[in-house]
């Protein structure tokens, strides 16, 4: 059981959340503190003094007071004229993590909205009324403005749901579940509209991808390095205790785990050959620091995902500050560098790709021995240095940039929104390069047999066999490759 506005929320729970595996609950203690902060609103918004956002405008129009006769329609205003979103719409998990980590954060009690209107947004989480949120728009600084619009819109009538695959106006889901329109009272619009919950969202789904893809690109790494018949020595943990990045202490344990009791290795162990190319012998440095990258992403959206990313933010009965936790510049930055991190998790690999084609060491070119009349796998490697020259150009990072907004109110943005999102675009094709590589390794395995390996990669190859048949003669191999990659997104591969 997960208590909103008291537990501490992590990328699993969130997850789980989502998944419906964790059942999360508003309790008596969040119920008194959202109270006690709506009671603080209430008494500002009838109140003389001008407070922002509360008896105020909005951005430049900060300076116009309105009357408490105007305040809802102040809000219901906010949300119509800030849903511009534009393009695909996002993924229907994203929508409802973006719900969840908003509820989360309306429950801190400092936002100042109603308990009647949280309960609605988790009345939508736990029965998949989602809305549709559009992919681009938001500059992520005064929050995610637009999608977060777009994402609360339906609560009173406006925008739309998805109802299975197909888009239906949210006045139709509403009715579908006997739910009345709610009227959003004082602060209620600014407190559902400011925050940096699409940022987080694509951080959290990104961050939950690329665990798995961390774990895959060592299996994929050692698979290979089996296949080329490299050395095992590079993973020692002598070696990497004199330089000891938690990331590459991680590698390098697992290589030692992935190789262990591999027979191939050890009849290869009076092998002549000095060295092994980078993208075998650096594993440990080159995933390490990929892992060490997602360690730091992780703790920053740990620590955004229980904080309170609204404004103004409401302290007392008379006081509201107007700040800028809602400025998307912590996880922006993080995020370009989670992507540099992804995008070398498939460079290395095409890299290895390339070794297996060379047709050294005992391996035939291109990994066929009837080369001439049959490419065997020479082209796949093109798709991984399409792939990689793809994320290549996908690591400019968004937060370098800032185009004021707002008649220079919002001067400096973020762009943390569109860094998410290329996080992700990075990450799926993360997954199919390491599909083309594992493919690959387990191809190059087949010249080593009578040899055996370790279990774990003996179990993996079987995996693979049972979707991908050795290749022997020319074939199309675009299912082989969708077969892979099916492997990969469904986790069906064995990482540990």
């Not at 998944?19 to 119920?31: D, F, R």
């Not at 785990?257 to 092998?271: A, G, I, P, T, V």
């Not at 302290?315 to 992804?342: K, R």
């Not at 035939?364 to 798709?383: C, D």
Request: charged letters at 20%; glycine letters at 8%; a neutral charge.
């Amino acid at each position: 059981m997960f208590k909103y506005g008291i537990d501490q929320l992590t990328v699993d729970k969130v997850m789980a959340i989502a998944n419906g595996k964790l059942k999360a609950i508003v309790c008596e203690e969040t119920v008194k503190k959202v109270n006690v902060c709506r009671h603080k609103v209430e008494t500002m918004a009838s109140g003389a003094t001008a407070v922002y956002g509360i008896n105020t405008g909005f951005g430049p129009l900060c300076d116009v007071q309105i009357t408490p006769e105007q305040t809802n329609k102040l809000q219901e205003n906010l949300l119509i004229t800030h849903a511009v979103g534009v393009g695909n719409p996002i993924d229907r998990e994203l929508s409802k993590l973006m719900m969840i980590c908003k509820v989360h954060a309306l429950c801190q009690g400092f936002s100042g909205v109603r308990l009647e209107l949280i309960e609605r947004i988790i009345y939508f989480i736990e029965n998949d009324l989602l809305p549709v949120v559009p992919e681009q728009g938001s500059v992520g600084a005064s929050g995610d403005l637009a999608p977060l619009s777009h994402l609360f819109l339906p609560l009173f009538g406006e925008g739309e749901f998805w109802n299975g695959g197909i888009i239906e106006p949210a006045k139709i889901g509403l009715a579908n579940h006997n739910l009345e329109l709610l009227v959003l009272q004082a602060k209620e619009g600014l407190g559902l509209i400011n925050g940096t919950q699409f940022i987080l969202a694509h951080a959290i789904t990104g961050l939950h991808k690329m665990k798995y893809l961390l774990d895959l690109a060592d299996v994929s790494g050692a698979m290979s390095l089996e296949g080329f018949q490299g050395g095992a020595s590079p993973f020692k943990k002598e070696l990497h205790k004199i330089r000891p990045f938690k990331g590459n202490l991680k590698v390098a344990k697992r290589m030692r785990m992935l190789l262990k009791d591999s027979q191939n290795l050890k009849n290869h162990f009076e092998c002549p050959r000095v060295q092994d190319p980078y993208s075998m012998r650096c594993i440990p440095q080159v995933h390490g620091a990929s892992r060490n990258t997602y360690y730091h992403l992780k703790e920053l959206a740990e620590i955004e995902m229980n904080s309170v990313t609204d404004n103004p933010i409401i302290l007392s009965d008379t006081e509201a500050i107007s700040g800028g936790n809602f400025h998307g510049q912590p996880l922006a930055m993080a995020l370009d560098y989670a992507s540099i991190a992804a995008s070398e998790l498939g460079n290395i690999s095409d890299r290895r790709c390339y070794l297996l084609l060379e047709g050294k060491y005992g391996l035939p070119r291109l990994l066929t021995n009837a080369g001439g009349l049959n490419s065997g796998f020479m082209i796949p490697q093109y798709t991984t240095a399409a792939l990689v020259t793809e994320n290549k150009s996908l690591c400019f990072p968004p937060s370098a940039d800032s185009i004021p907004t707002s008649l220079g109110q919002e001067d400096h943005v973020s762009m943390g929104s569109i860094s998410g999102r290329q996080f992700n675009q990075i990450l799926g094709n993360i997954e199919k390069i390491l599909a083309i590589e594992l493919m690959y390794a387990a191809q190059a395995m087949e010249f080593r047999r009578p040899n055996t390996f370790s279990k774990i990669i003996e179990e993996n190859f079987k995996i693979i066999r049972s979707k991908v048949a050795k290749l022997e003669d020319d074939r199309i191999l675009k299912d082989d490759i969708y077969a892979m990659i099916e492997l990969v997104k469904n986790k069906s591969l064995i990482v540990k």
